[in-house]
């Protein structure tokens, strides 16, 4: 069936299966590589994209489902210049293999929005839904306490 | 005064990975690509007696299926192993089982179709008439008389036994000894999970009779020579393989695996590039699982402390093939480190390998070194208890002293240099090991189960001297290439035959020949991953790739300013003697004239034109096959507190505090990246992760779900402190950071736990110490108090 | 891995999904949140040859009080519950759960309705809407019906929704004063099922318990009260020991199985702890 989604502020109009999951629709279908598959279970996180402002695992989305909706996967994150999001994690070695790198800051970026002062517990308690297997979490907390205070907010 | 090593330098890899344009191969697309899946077996032995596809093949889109039997007519081979010990008794191990499959997840068929749904949907249509068979999944229930066999080849499931130390004197040393400490327990399996699944893409090309593998391995020219020597026969010089980006590792991306071999088979045979993409359930049942050890241990201490004897013997779970380097792990890399920190004058080893109906295990971080610093780590805690001595001080009284460095251990390796009551002097300041105390004994009179665990660990890295590894049993020397290419322009390419999958190599090996060189980091660019890029090289595991590869590429550097220098000499007639080659800012001046100087794309431009003495070769490139005299010595003090719910079982990991001595460090930030995210893992092993089998083979852990993995809020910020002995094993004097933190953080923390219970009397608990496994000790705990 | 084929249905309305229900029956399921349907579809444990996705139905995501009940629309998501003012303040119990159910982003989609309707006993809310004794409204080709919350879960992943209906509603009855409600877990990990969970639900007049009721989570087949305990705090000052023997009548009454998460005996003892530790927290709301 003929399906219409808005990526990165893109509209795209094509034709899958019903069957067909929201990630692999992005990586397929659109060559957008950036979200990446860890599971098959839906515990990782690598897949999160934002669909209509919202944190989601894109493989545990149906295609169909967002017939209609508008979605910002990793390659739309940064508008020009890198999203301070990005930087932090640049800045405090928060990605090492870089695998769950794209879901993890798709998670971080909407968790800190308008909230500047997110404690330390509450940053680690947002990021239940995504597994890194190399960091160790540590620099990934820094890297969200520093965005958190750079985006503001709102 | 460097301008980059030591420094925290952000990497430059970064950029990619956070906008989502990381090279992983799952990324790859090729025109008129087939998908491939492959049908794998749910049962955990069984004999294969028919492969029905016609149903498969007939479905819309649908290319080819192939079995076991069509790669094996065909003359593919077995994939082998790569470690043979003296004695060592192997099996064929095929790419996809022909009349037997040995594990679930074994692999039986193969399907290609035009899209990776359809392939799913025709691996549903494939029917395999098994028979099954009884399983073994144990490793020391594998060597009993009657249990199945899991080779004909391999008579008692043991394919090797491998002992070392003094067999005759350890029990007489033993038995004089005041105390003796005896454990048996388990090294329980994991798996390494690392988040990309593995991927492979393989192209035929017809014209050029080239094929170029893409496959996510942490050492491609490896995967090039058994792809070449042991199961596909492509000459090795018109086989090209490519690791682009590979998501983690862990060890688990070291092997050759089955799909390597299938997917270019199939290319080739189809004339069409092909692609195969892991699911995670896959992964569970095909990536190469790690530990897995029975072992039985004793210790001889005597009541001052001293330790006298060490006798251990393991059972090491090979599972139901002997992968790539499965042999070594329990042996060369393990009862070698059998002495730990400590003098301990009398050690015996001896482990056996076992094979099982369970999915092969190979290294996994640490390989062997965490098996043997836990099994020492809880004997001396245990004694510690015994005697009434505080773990640190018993441990103190054990260790080797500074000044007897190099010190030849009983069991075969020389360790290089350390300092380990600096060591522990630094990790009890750094997480104020008194106040822990203290805090403990505060909640102890409050009725709560506070304890606090020590351990003191150290792994031979930097692997490694070739002659060492050989005369063991491997089929490779453990060498590595760095060759330092110059353009006329003055930039330069780095060529290295490791590859990281994680640590930043782009970012510390460009430190590394900025500082040699004297040139911006920026103009240096490190090439590695790709067969025709780089020259043989051996990848990247056991903490190998800067004492090795980065010496490797410090050595070519020598040598390019060595030939700076006498191109420099020669355009400004002086003596080569006479120049000095100024580091901070990559000119070549004549010593005590300043002004009589070359720059650096001076000379490089000279190199072009030939602008030489008439003695020497034109252009500026130098490569090196460095092969380390010895293996290095990184060691560690870690501590940790927990607290442990006396009705619950649950565990709160409250402090964790880390002091390692990795030698000299080229990125700090990027060294504690490492140690942070390995500690991560080692804790993980300590309270959460198990890859369970029951008694039918089947994998009970086989998802995400099932399978415990630490996150975000399971451990708290580590207190990290390093003290910086160099390494003598390698001008860098780098010993090596990846695989410490694991290495030790599963003895901390199940000490720490042990310590929690020991007011209850429990002495040992086989980790992980989930909730259920605590609550279970303390009410068995209750029941005998009773 | 990925789902089986099956034809894909988004009706606008209600009325229009159940008539697709109607027309498909035991073929068809209703796609609400997804979390739990596609994992299964993932692994073809669930083969549905329809889909009927309700997401497009205006009208079924709310979060509202009305005459004494807190009304919450089956498509409200769980971040919803944690985002909602009135569920923080006022429904404990449910806020506690919210926080916990599988992960973050899992709660940006996974629906109230979806976890009851799922009607699997390792899910939080079956527990919490237990304690609270909730209603469920369920809408059919003959019009709309309410099942309270005790006749609801039958069976492991059964319920007493008729094939063709579909949950629209769930009401929490507000509670009244003396009244405070709590939700502990105890899972290995993040993520993860429970090992064991209570929902305790307790009203107090003075120190003495008038009305209790007990939900369990993953320590039983179907969904379930804790009867037994319920009864020995009601009419009772809740002393240490009368907490104690509550614990361990739910701890008797359950019926959990040996798996990776523990042995039936940890399990037992570990809903007597629970048991006990929510009803504290319980009377500490109440109060």
Redesign the interface.
């Known amino acids: 069936?003929q399906i219409t989604i808005t990526v990165n502020g893109t509209t795209h109009t094509r034709d899958v299966?019903?069957?067909?999951?929201l990630v692999?629709f992005l990586?397929?279908h659109l060559?957008?590589?950036?979200?990446?598959?860890?599971?098959?279970?839906?515990?990782?996180?690598?897949c999160?994209i934002h669909m209509d402002s919202?944190?989601?695992?894109s493989c545990?989305?149906?295609a169909?489902?967002a017939?209609g909706a508008d979605l910002t996967?990793?390659?739309g994150?940064?508008n020009g210049s890198?999203h301070p999001m990005?930087q932090a994690?640049?800045?405090n070695?928060g990605?090492?293999?870089?695998?769950?790198?794209?879901g993890m800051?798709m998670?971080a970026t909407k968790?800190v929005e308008g909230n500047p002062g997110i404690s330390?517990?509450e940053?680690?308690?947002?990021?239940?839904?995504?597994?890194?297997?190399?960091?160790?979490?540590?620099?990934?907390?820094k890297a969200v306490q520093q965005a958190a205070g750079e985006m503001g907010g709102d | 005064m460097s301008k980059y090593m030591g420094k925290a330098v952000?990497?430059v890899?970064?950029?990619?990975?956070?906008?989502?344009?990381?090279k992983?191969v799952?990324?790859l697309?090729l025109a008129n690509m087939g998908h491939a899946a492959i049908k794998r077996s749910p049962f955990a032995h069984a004999k294969i007696n028919g492969v029905d596809a016609s149903a498969a093949k007939a479905l819309d889109g649908v290319i080819a299926v192939y079995t076991g039997q069509d790669l094996q007519a065909a003359g593919v081979g077995s994939l082998p192993c790569g470690f043979n010990p003296p004695g060592i008794v192997t099996a064929p191990h095929m790419p996809l089982a022909v009349d037997k499959v040995r594990h679930v997840g074994d692999g039986v068929a193969v399907v290609i179709a035009n899209d990776?749904?359809t392939a799913y949907d025709a691996l549903d249509l494939i029917e395999v008439d098994y028979e099954p068979l009884p399983a073994v999944v144990d490793a020391k229930k594998a060597t009993a008389a009657d249990a199945p066999q899991v080779h004909d080849e391999i008579p008692n499931n043991t394919s090797f036994h491998w002992p070392l130390g003094e067999s005759d004197t350890v029990m007489g040393a033993m038995n004089e000894s005041d105390h003796v400490v005896e454990l048996d327990f388990i090294n329980q399996r994991l798996i390494p999970?690392?988040?990309?699944?593995r991927a492979c893409v393989a192209e035929w090309n017809a014209f050029t009779e080239e094929m170029t593998v893409w496959t996510s391995s942490q050492n491609p020219h490896l995967i090039r020579l058994l792809m070449s020597m042991a199961t596909l026969g492509i000459p090795e010089n018109r086989l090209r393989v490519i690791s682009p980006?590979?998501?983690?590792g862990?060890g688990s991306k070291i092997f050759h695996y089955p799909e390597e071999v299938i997917v270019p088979w199939c290319s080739k045979q189809l004339g069409q590039p092909v692609k195969w993409v892991s699911?995670?359930?896959e992964a569970f049942v095909t990536d190469a699982h790690g530990r897995d050890h029975v072992t039985t241990a004793k210790l001889g201490v005597n009541n001052d402390g001293t330790f006298t004897a060490l006798h251990v013997q393991t059972w090491a779970n090979m599972g139901a093939y002997l992968s790539t380097f499965a042999p070594m792990i329990p042996t060369a890399l393990y009862i070698t480190l059998f002495s730990g920190l400590y003098k301990i004058p009398h050690i015996f080893g001896e482990s056996w390998g076992t094979m099982t109906n369970t999915v092969p295990v190979d290294a996994y971080r640490g390989a062997g070194r965490p098996e043997a610093s836990y099994l020492l780590e809880r004997l001396i805690d245990i004694a510690a208890r015994d005697l009434n001595m505080d773990p640190i001080e018993l441990r103190r009284k054990n260790f080797i002293q500074p000044d007897e460095f190099p010190y030849q251990t009983p069991v075969a390796m020389v360790y290089d240099s350390g300092d380990y009551d600096q060591l522990f002097d630094k990790a009890m300041e750094v997480s104020g090991y008194n106040e822990m105390i203290e805090e403990r004994d505060r909640a102890r009179q409050e009725g709560r189960l506070v304890g606090i665990g020590v351990s003191g660990c150290i792994e031979a890295s930097g692997a490694g001297p070739s002659k060492v590894v050989t005369s063991l049993g491997a089929g490779v020397g453990l060498w590595e290439h760095g060759l330092v290419r110059v353009h006329p322009t003055g930039k330069i390419s780095v060529l290295t035959g490791t590859h990281a999958?994680?640590?930043?190599h782009e970012t510390t090996f460009a430190q590394l020949v900025a500082d040699e060189l004297g040139v911006p980091m920026d103009d240096i660019e490190i090439v590695h991953g790709d067969t025709s890029k780089t020259p043989f090289g051996l990848g990247t595991y056991a903490s190998r790739s800067a004492a090795v590869g980065g010496t490797a590429i410090m050595k070519s550097c020598e040598k390019i300013r060595e030939k700076m220098k006498a191109i420099a000499a020669y355009q400004l007639e002086a003596a080569v003697e006479d120049m000095v080659y100024d580091q901070e800012n990559g000119t070549i001046h004549v010593q005590g004239s300043p002004d009589r100087s070359k720059t650096f794309v001076d000379i490089s431009v000279a190199a072009l034109m030939g602008h030489i003495p008439d003695d020497m070769e034109p252009s500026l490139e130098e490569a090196t096959f460095f092969d380390p005299p010895n293996f290095t010595f990184p060691n560690s003090a870690h501590i940790a507190m927990v607290e442990v719910d006396k009705e619950s079982g649950e565990i709160s990991l409250l402090k964790y505090a880390a002091v390692d001595d990795v030698g000299n460090v080229i990125n700090p930030?990027?060294v504690?990246?490492?140690l942070?995210?390995?500690?991560?893992?080692g804790v993980g092993q300590a309270l959460l992760e198990h890859g369970i089998y029951d008694e039918d083979g089947q994998l009970l852990t086989g998802?995400?779900?099932d399978y415990a993995?630490?996150?975000?809020?399971d451990?708290p910020?580590?207190a990290l402190g390093r003290i910086e002995i160099p390494s003598p094993s390698n001008p860098l004097g780098v010993k090596g950071a990846g695989e410490m933190?694991t290495i030790a953080g599963t003895p901390t923390v199940a000490n720490a736990v042990m310590d929690a219970l020991h007011p209850l009397g429990v002495r040992h608990v086989d980790i992980p110490h989930t909730a259920a496994a605590i609550h279970g000790a303390i009410q068995s705990a209750s029941v005998s108090a009773d | 891995?990925?789902?089986?084929?099956?034809?894909?249905h988004?009706p606008q309305t209600l009325a229009e999904a159940i008539s697709l229900l109607v027309e498909h029956g035991d073929e068809a399921k209703i796609?609400a949140g997804?979390?739990s349907l596609?994992?299964a579809?993932?692994?073809r444990l669930a083969l549905p040859g329809t889909?009927i996705?309700i997401?497009r139905i205006d009208g079924l995501s709310y979060l509202r009080e009305e005459n004494g009940h807190l009304l919450i629309g089956a498509m409200t998501r769980e971040?919803a519950l944690e985002e909602s003012d009135i569920v923080q303040s006022k429904y404990h119990l449910l806020a506690d759960a919210a926080a916990v159910i599988?992960?973050?982003?899992?709660r940006?989609?996974a629906t109230v309705g979806g976890n009851i309707a799922h009607s699997d006993p390792a899910n939080d809310h079956p527990a919490v809407m237990l304690a609270y004794g909730a209603t469920v409204m369920a809408a059919g080709p003959n019009g709309t019906r309410r099942i309270a919350i005790d006749d609801f879960f039958t069976d492991l992943f059964e319920n007493s929704l008729e094939e063709n209906e579909i949950l629209t509603e769930i009401r929490i009855p507000t509670p009244a004063a003396g009244t405070g409600g709590a939700y502990l877990k105890l899972e290995r990990k993040?993520?993860d099922y429970a090992i064991s969970a209570a929902a305790v639900q307790l009203t107090m007049s003075g120190g003495t318990c008038t009305a209790a009721r007990i939900g369990l989570t993953n320590v039983s087949p179907v969904p379930m009260r804790a009867k037994n305990a319920e009864q020995a705090l009601v009419g009772q000052t809740l002393t240490d020991d009368v907490i104690e023997a509550a614990g361990q009548a739910a701890a008797a009454e359950c019926d959990p199985s040996q798996d990776l998460r523990g042995s039936v005996a940890y399990k037992r003892d570990l809903t007597r702890v629970m048991v006990k530790r929510t009803i504290r927290k319980a009377m500490e709301r109440a109060n």
């Open positions: 069936m299966e019903p069957r067909t999951l692999d990586r397929d060559g957008l590589t950036g979200t990446n598959i860890g599971c098959d279970t839906s515990q990782c996180g690598a999160t919202q944190s989601v695992k545990t989305v149906l169909v489902q017939d996967t990793i390659e994150l940064a890198l990005q994690f640049w800045d070695h990605l090492q293999c870089g695998y769950c790198t794209p800051i998670s968790l330390e517990a940053i680690r308690h947002g990021l239940e839904g995504n597994i890194c297997r190399c960091t160790g979490y540590q620099n990934i907390v | 952000k990497r890899e970064d950029p990619r990975f956070i906008q989502g344009r990381g992983y799952a990324n697309k990776i749904y999970n690392a988040m990309e699944p980006d590979v998501g983690g862990f699911t995670r359930s999958h994680g640590q930043g930030m990027i504690e990246g490492q942070q995210g390995g500690i991560v893992q998802t995400f779900l993995m630490p996150r975000a809020d451990v910020m580590s933190g | 891995m990925i789902p089986g084929e099956f034809d894909y988004s796609l997804g979390q596609i994992p579809m993932r692994f889909l996705d997401n971040s599988a992960d973050p982003l899992v940006n989609l993040v993520g």
